[in-house]
């Protein structure tokens, strides 16, 4: 999913012009992607010429990264709510349960894609 890099965004516009849905619009000089709109066509990205238009697999390590916050985070508060410091393993076996099936999700979908490259 495509997303704009707001440091190297000039502001130009062309992105905005040339969405062929129009889900780009300006926010303070900067593009903002309507991602809950976006069809991912990848035209945006084609025409930048910052190359400020950004693909997903760049924020793997960030979203990695919150994903282990995240969880710490539940076995801290698991620990503080349920008063008990044993709650932090309970709950880091949730969250392993939790992403395991996210995993599961993911291979199956793709697996679903791929019977669609011929349609
Ligand atoms: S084309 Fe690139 S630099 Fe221009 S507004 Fe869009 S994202 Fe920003
Ligand atoms: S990927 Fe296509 S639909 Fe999505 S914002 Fe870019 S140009 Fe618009």
Same mark, same amino acid.
């Given at each position: 999913m495509p997303w704009i890099d707001g440091k190297s965004c000039t502001g130009c516009g062309i992105c905005v012009n040339e969405c062929p849905v129009d889900k780009i619009s300006m926010k303070i000089e900067k593009a903002e992607i309507n991602m809950a709109e976006c069809i991912r066509c990848g035209i945006?990205?084609?025409?930048?010429?910052?190359?400020?238009?950004?693909?997903?697999?760049?924020?793997?390590? %960030?979203?990695i990264d919150a994903n282990v916050e995240m969880t710490k985070k539940y076995m801290e508060l698991c620990a503080q709510y349920l008063g008990d410091v044993k709650e932090k393993g309970?709950?880091?076996? =949730?969250? =392993?349960?939790?992403? %395991?099936?996210?995993?599961?999700?993911?291979?199956r979908t793709l697996k679903e894609l791929e019977k669609l490259e011929d349609s």
């Open positions: 945006c990205h084609d025409v930048c010429p910052q190359d400020s238009v950004r693909h997903d697999s760049e924020k793997i390590p %960030n979203m309970k709950c880091l076996k =949730r969250m =392993r349960k939790h992403f %395991n099936s996210q995993k599961i999700i993911t291979e």
